[in-house]
């Protein structure tokens, strides 16, 4: 009973730490590490209720988001707005979602509406836009 508590709490400390350790490489300078980071993170967010981890930590992950999607070139950019939807989920309807929603949302519709960004970026953008607005918005327009 306790010795598979035990382990259940060091595999969920070992999962937080490399969360943890996912979500700093994103301010990372190599672009190739930033991609995988956000891949990790994909997986991570669409595997596993992580609300509770997330919750302390949706400010510093949504500015880390925010710069991919600014200054991240093709598949970084998509896989950033992809992990935003996914956040986005995680945090629910309440008002931390709705947060996150607002915060990010002129930067989604400017990526969305710029024509010199990628179809693929411009899907991603746009699919995060719906998805976090149904989620999240609280203003119904």
Known sequence: GSEAASEQGQEEEETEDRLKEHMDNLLDKSAR???AA???LRLAFSSK???EFLLERRL???DSLEKCLKKGKGEEQALAGTVL???CL???SGPEGEEVFRSLKPLL???LTDSAASPGIRQSCATALGMCCYVAAADLE
């Open 38 to 40: 956000l891949q990790s």
């Open 60 to 62: 510093t992950l949504t």
């Open 33 to 35: 590490t930033r991609q």
């Open 49 to 51: 209720t992580l609300s």
């Open 90 to 92: 995680q945090m629910g």
């Open 85 to 87: 939807t996914l956040l």
């Open 109 to 111: 519709v400017s990526v």
